[in-house]
């Protein structure tokens, strides 16, 4: 996290740790959305195979936790994918 103080106040960035965190998901070159998920569709906890290794899921998931702190507008997207690292799946 850093911290950037001036006559607005205090500002916190996370720039490295997201950029890191886009080099290990290996989706650095994505192209940005006005919104972060689709809200057509519904997730399920039925659908798509059990991931053999959820371990992953549940590091990336817990980093987006994170980033939440000072990207507010990916909150939403972050707890629905919270809802299944009991038992992620694929999707198809």
Sequence with gaps: MEANRNSQG?????TKYICDLLHHTKIVGAKPLASPIVTS?????????????????RHIIGA???CTITRPDI??????????????RSSY
Excluded: I
């Excluded at 569709?41 to 899921?57: A, I, M, N, Q, R």
């Excluded at 909150?75 to 690292?85: G, K, S």
């Design 41 to 57: 569709t519904k997730l399920s906890s039925f659908d798509g195979e059990v991931l053999s290794d959820p371990t992953d899921y």
């Design 75 to 88: 909150v939403y997207t972050v707890n629905q994918l919270c809802q299944y690292m009991h038992q992620p």
């Design 64 to 66: 987006l936790q994170y």
């Design 10 to 14: 205090l500002h916190l960035y996370q």
